[in-house]
């Protein structure tokens, strides 16, 4: 698989650990005591819902259980899980109800 030796890969696995800790000891740490500014608070309560799309729409478009063919059950589920959220308001009710979609259409599919 690969031509790394188990000291190498420990060492990547402490680099990217310590890398980790420092990208978020630089915000929460240096700067979490202080007060933010209203604009920069504002943005930040964007973030879930930029970063969330991002992670699910390949998923849902390309995936890898169907070897990147786009699969009805997985739109429609999608679909439902906006549909769902947008009207609640809630994340929890909408991936409860695109979960309970998908499994539903898989059984039909």
């Known amino acids: 698989m690969t031509d790394y030796t188990d000291a190498q890969i420990w060492l990547i696995i402490a680099v990217m650990g310590v890398a980790t800790f420092l990208i978020r000891f630089s915000f929460l740490g240096l700067i979490g005591d202080r007060k933010m500014p209203d604009w920069v608070l ?9 970063v ?6 390949p998923l849902v478009i ?3 259980a169907t070897g990147g063919a786009t699969d009805p059950a997985r739109l429609l589920a999608a679909l439902m899980t906006l549909v769902v959220g947008w009207r609640t308001k809630s ?5 409860a109800a695109g979960g309970l979609t998908f499994v539903a259409l898989e ?3």
């Not at 969330?52 to 729409?57: D, E, R, S, Y």
């Open 42 to 50: 504002r943005h930040l309560r964007y973030t879930p819902v930029a």
């Open 52 to 57: 969330l799309p991002g992670l699910v729409a």
């Open 62 to 64: 390309w995936p890898d």
């Open 91 to 95: 994340l929890l009710w909408g991936a």
């Open 107 to 109: 059984q039909l599919f």
